[in-house]
């Protein structure tokens, strides 16, 4: 049997892990393009880990209550992890809008000692005495997985999705022009607080449920690389976000079934495969640096 | 018409800049903002614009309320990386017009490309913002000024890295707009052949010597007045029915005076 025949013939097992790949993939690639021309990056990291907090503080909370989290239907939705990472990464994302810093701490060391701050508070956690028996059940709902994708978590990426998709369609201009000149922006009367809550509030939405679907590492990079690669190779933003979406989706595709056909880890084989595309970019700026 | 009034103004980032200010930009005039590098020009524009809220006093406005503003930022401030032809850049003038959901249509495009006509630069509508040199860059962020539909035209210093020549063309420009539209503008600069002939109205501002003077131009724009400002020498003389400034050396006991604020923070005090 060829390696796609049996790839195929296993499509009950990939049909949703893959749908939730390259629906996270569709999202952050598309949002990437703002986070990367932001020059924000880093962002998207520390997002990720503290909705990962949040889902650790669950555990937590539902430990010292006596409850277990993880038992869908039995608990009180207040303890669901999935409400406590959304909370956590919203309210960081509501921190980050306001631009907190001082002269000598900028926007990006806050959001470097978010990152920190909750890595490490997950890290410590994890290993608390108190939930330490379920710290691979707890790991698996943290970064996913990319292999087993329950349904719930496609309609949960699909609903982040839709709700990027209609802010964007309603508030595109308003996005692009507080994104690329928010002191202009404002003094032309157009909330650049307002918007960029909003913006920030979408990718930490989208990037806490795709966490829990395709794991940390594959949307960190989806949420940079096909947008740094797009980016290398158009001039226009109009084919600039359509490019990265296509790169996005294709490396979540190509990247699930090398990882089915050669059994490697997913995650990792989706960013590997998605890295392919920066070098028509690097291959391109090297042209132009030898001229 | 007044259209925007401050009174008894305190401003400042977290402690005042300057002593409590009065300042009126009446409709039609063209206000000189004139200061050394970190005087508190940029706070005194931003107080104004209602940016930065006052630590005292009260900014007024007759009309009841604010001017619509075209602004054009210090251009270094911008990002030229950005997958941006210059219509895009041009149209987002008119996103306060439109209002949030509405897109922008034909009409808007139209009155896009009409602004960067007027600004002489109609041909570059499709180019990219990378493409462009320093003085096209600057012309855009002009027209995308225009394509707001201002009733005040602020520029924060325009003219730095610019050679005299292009300075002069692109004052021109402004003074053109202004009577083609109507405009009241404030020019932000510590250049003082910006000012010299161009403005109305000069506001004298240092934080350093808590100095803050407004009047015609022509009270203003003094050697007397000028020399305290910069705490040099300075000659004013006519060319041609043009004014020219020239700058001597430091006024006796200048030189070993810091130039440090009395008050306030440091930062963007511009």
Redo the contacts between chains.
Sequence with gaps: MSAFADFWAGRELWREPLLAGVLAAALLSYLGVFVVLRRMVFVSAALSEISGVGVAAAFYVGAVAGIDPHTHGAIPILLEPVWFSLVFACAAAALFSFRPGHRKLAPETIVGLGYIVASALVLAILNSPRIAQEAHAVGDILFGNAVIVPRAQIYALAGAGAAAILAHALFFKELLFVSYDPETAVVQGVSVVRYELLLNLIIAIVISVATRAVGALPVFAFTVVPAAAALMLTENIRATMPLSIAFGVVAAAVGYYVSWVAQLPTGATMVVVASVFLLPGLARLAKRSTV | MDLVRLERAVIGYRTPLLPPIDLAMRSGTTLGVLGPNGAGKTALLKSM?G?LPLLGGSLVFPTGR?PR???V?QRD???Q?????VL??V???R??L?G??R??DANDRRRACEALEEIGVGELAER?L?ALSGGQHQRVLIA?AVA?EPELL?LDEPTSAMDPAAERVLLDLVERLKRAHNLSVVLVTHQLTAVAGFATEVALVDRARGLFEVGPAREMMTAERLGRLYGREVRVIEVGGDMAVVIGPPVKGEEERPRRARTG???EAG
């Excluded at chain 2, 990386?81 to 032809?85: C, E, I, Q």
């Design positions: 614009l940016l604010p503003v075209g602004y930022p401030r911008l990002d990386s950005w997958p941006l032809s895009d850049v149209l987002m003038g996103t306060s439109l949030p959901v897109r922008f990219p990378y995308r707001a602020v923070s440091t930062e």
